[in-house]
C-alpha cells in the first residue's frame, strides 16, 4: 500500500507535517476509487433520490423506505468482485455478510437476499471453477445465517473471464422507533468494538478492490480477501436485535472496507464529530498485531457501535450471552480523529478529511459508436433450440436449488419466476423483488441497455402485481481512466438514472466498482439494478400455464435484435431496440393485469425473446399454440429482446385490453393441456414436447452435475 505522490502532497498540506504509516495508510484506504469514488461520484447526481417514501437514502449503509406508516425496508447493495476472483468460495462467502451487516447497522432484520453473478464464457473451465466456488460461498453463508436467497440473476460474457463480478442485495425490515444510522450523536458517547476478533485478513482491501487484476492475483492477493464466519454473522444477528431491542445502540456501522479506520472515522465524520481510540483495546486474535494492521483489518463479523457510558455493561452483557467480543475501545468527541497505541498517537487528522476529503478525478470519456445492421441468416429451429440451451437462457435452477430460499417463512414466490415475491405480514403486504443486468445489452449500447436493464427490472416487479417503489444499483466498470472505458460508464449511469425517473422510482442508493479490468481486458459496464415493489397480500401469478386461457403479449410486438443473444450466438449487429415513450405506463398496466382474478400466468419478455419466454410457460400438462404474425423479420419477432413486454395468460381478454389503455396487446393464441409448444411464424411452424424443452434448458445442471 501507498499514498499517490499527489494524495501525499494534499494530506500533508492539510496535516502541515508528514503522515505517520498508519495515516497515510489510512488515507490511501479511504480515498481509494472503492471508497471515495472518485471517478464516479461525479457522474451520481444525475439519480433522483427523492419520494414521499424515502426515509434514508444515499450516504448510509443502507437506505430506507416506507413500506407503510409503521413498517420500513431497509434496501442495500454491494459488490465483492475481485475478492470472488482470487478466493471464489470466501469472497463470495463475504459479500453476502458485508451486506447484511450493512442491513444490522440501520438496526434492521434481515429477510431477503438477492445476488446476481456474471462470469466468463460457460464453457471455459476456469469459469465454471470460479462459478461453482462463487454459488457455494453464497449458499453456505447464506443458508448458515438464516437469510434466505430469494432471487438475483446469472449471466455468461467472455468480458468477465478474468474479472468475475459477484453484486449481492439486501432487504430488511425495521420500524421508525428502531431505526438507527450512521451518524455519530452526541461528544463523550463510547465507542464499541462488537463481534468478532480481528485478525490480518483482508489488509488493505478496499486499495486491493480498487486496482486492476494482475495475472497472478490468485496467489499474489489473497492475503487481501476475507474469510467469513457465518456462525458468528447468525449470533450477531440476533445480539443485534437485542441491542435495538433494549435502545442500547446510538448509531452504527459495520466493518467492510478500511476495516475499523474506515467504519469509525465516516461514523464520526457523518455527525460532525472527532473520536479518541486507543487501538490497544481491540479484542484480537492474533499476537503482536501492530497499529495498522489493527486499524486497517477486514475482518468479518464485527460492527463499531456508539453507546452512552451508562450501558456500556448492558451491551457487554449481551456480547457475553451471544458468545461475541466486545471492546469499548474509545470515545466520540468534538475534536480531531485520533487514534493511539501503546502510548504513541498513530493517527490525528480531521475526521471528515478522511472520510469525504479526496478530491475528484476529472476523465476524458468517448462515446461507443452506433452498431450497423449486419443480420445473419439462420435456421430458425436451430436458432431456437441453441438459444433454449445457452446458458444465459436455460434454466438457473442449478444455482438456485442450493440456496435455502424459505427460511424465515416469509417467501411468497420462491425462485424461477420472473420477480421473487416476500411476505412482510406485519404490513400486510407483500414485497417484490428483482435483481440483474445484461451485459449483452450494454456492451451492445451502454445508455440503451441501461436504459432497459431499469425496465426489465421494473417489468419483473410487475409481473407479480407490484409496483415499483424503490431501487438500488451496483455500477461495475473497467478502468476509467481509458477514455472508451469511462465512455461506456457515462453511458450506463445515464441510462439508469433517466429510465428509472422515467418509471418514478428513486434509486436510494448503491455502489461502485471500477477497475475490472484483467489481462483478458475490461468488463463490459455492467449496471446491476436491484428493485422492490410493493402489493396488497401475497399471492401473485406465476410463469407456469395453467393450460386453459387466451395468450396476450402486452406491449410492442417486436423490436430490432440489437444486444439479443440470438446475435450473441449466431453473429451479426443491428441497432439496440427503441424502448417504450412512456415506460411507467406500460409497467403500471402490468401490475394491474397481473392483479386481475382472470389472469392465470404473466411472464415478462426479455432474454431470448418471446419464444423463450414462451417455452419457459410451457410444463408437461400444459401446451401453447401461438402464431407470430406482422411486417418484422421471422426472427425479430422470436429473438427480439426488447423489454417492457409480457406473456399474459388470461380467461378474460377483454378485461386486459380495458385494464391497459393505450399500451399494445397482441394475441398469440391458446394454451391448452398438450404439453407441446407450437409457434408458427414465417410460414414455419415450430414444436417442442414440453420434455424437449426441459431437456434443453437443463444444460447447466448437466454440465456441473
Known sequence: MSLSPSDHDLVVSELGREPTPAEAALFENLWSEHCAYRSSRPLLSAFDSESDDVVVGPGDDAAVVALDD???????????????????????????????????????????????????????????????????????????IGVPTVTGSVAFHDGYEGNPLVNVACVGVVDEERLVTAEAQEAGNKLVLFGNATGRDGLGGASFASEDLAEDAETEDR?????????????????????????????????????????????????????????????????????????LAESQERMVY???????????????????????????????????????????????????????????SVESEPRTHDLPETDLAAAFETLLAHPNTASKEWVYRQYDHEVGNRTAKRPGDDAALVAIRDAGRGVAISS????????????????????????????????????????????????????????????????????????????VSLYNDSATGPIAPTPTLAVVGSKEGY??????????????????????????????????????????????????????????????????????????????MVTDDAGIDATLDGDARPDEFLFSELPGRAVVETTDPGAVREAVGDVPVTELGTSDRSGTLSVSVGGETLEYASETIAEARGHITRTLD
Open 70 to 144: 409503521d413498517t420500513y425496508l431497509t434496501f442495500g447493495i454491494e459488490s465483492h468482485n475481485h475478492p470472488s476472483y482470487v478466493d471464489p468460495f470466501d469472497g463470495a462467502a463475504t459479500g453476502v455478510g458485508g451486506i447484511v451487516r450493512d442491513t444490522l447497522s440501520m438496526g434492521a432484520y434481515p429477510v431477503a437476499l438477492a445476488d446476481s453473478l456474471y462470469f466468463g464464457d460457460f464453457d471455459r473451465e476456469h469459469s465454471q471453477y470460479l462459478f461453482e466456488g462463487v454459488v457455494e460461498g453464497i449458499s453456505h453463508y447464506g443458508n448458515c
Open 223 to 295: 492475503p487481501a480477501v476475507q474469510v467469513g464466519d457465518p456462525y458468528a454473522e447468525k449470533l450477531l444477528i440476533e445480539a443485534n436485535e437485542r441491542l435495538v431491542d433494549e435502545s442500547l445502540v446510538q448509531s452504527a456501522r459495520d466493518l467492510g472496507a478500511a476495516g475499523l479506520g474506515g467504519a469509525s472515522s465516516e461514523l464520526v465524520a457523518k455527525g460532525g464529530k472527532g473520536a479518541d481510540i486507543e487501538l490497544g483495546r481491540v479484542h484480537q486474535r492474533e499476537p503482536k498485531m501492530n497499529a495498522l494492521e489493527i486499524l
Open 306 to 364: 456508539e453507546v452512552r457510558p451508562e450501558d456500556t455493561e448492558a451491551v457487554a452483557a449481551v456480547a457475553d450471552r451471544f458468545d461475541l467480543g466486545c471492546s469499548v475501545i474509545g470515545e466520540v468527541t468534538d475534536g480531531n480523529y485520533v487514534c493511539t497505541f501503546e502510548g504513541e498517537t498513530v493517527v490525528d487528522a480531521p475526521a471528515e478529511y478522511l472520510a469525504d476529503g479526496a478530491p475528484m478525478n476529472n476523465l476524458d
Open 436 to 511: 440483474g443486468a445484461d451485459p449483452n445489452w450494454t456492451d451492445a449500447a451502454p445508455y440503451e441497455g441501461a436504459r432497459a436493464v431499469a425496465l426489465e427490472n421494473a417489468t419483473n416487479v410487475a409481473a407479480m402485481g407490484a409496483r415499483p417503489l424503490a431501487a438500488v444499483d451496483c455500477l461495475n466498470g473497467g478502468n476509467p481512466e481509458k477514455p472508451d472505458v469511462y465512455g461506456g460508464f457515462r453511458g450506463i449511469v445515464d441510462g439508469l438514472a433517466e429510465m428509472c425517473s422515467a418509471l418514478d422510482t428513486p434509486v436510494v442508493g448503491g455502489n
Open 539 to 616: 399471492d401473485a401469478p406465476g410463469t407456469d400455464l395453467a393450460g386453459d386461457g387466451t395468450l396476450l403479449l402486452v406491449g410492442e410486438q417486436s423490436g430490432t435484435l440489437g444486444g439479443s443473444q440470438y446475435l450473441a450466438s449466431h453473429g451479426g449487429t443491428d441497432a439496440f431496440p427503441t424502448l417504450p415513450e412512456e415506460p411507467a405506463t406500460v409497467v403500471d398496466a402490468l401490475a394491474t393485469v397481473a392483479n386481475q382474478s382472470t389472469t392465470t400466468a404473466v411472464h415478462d419478455v426479455s432474454h431470448g425473446g418471446v419464444g423463450v419466454a414462451l417455452a419457459e
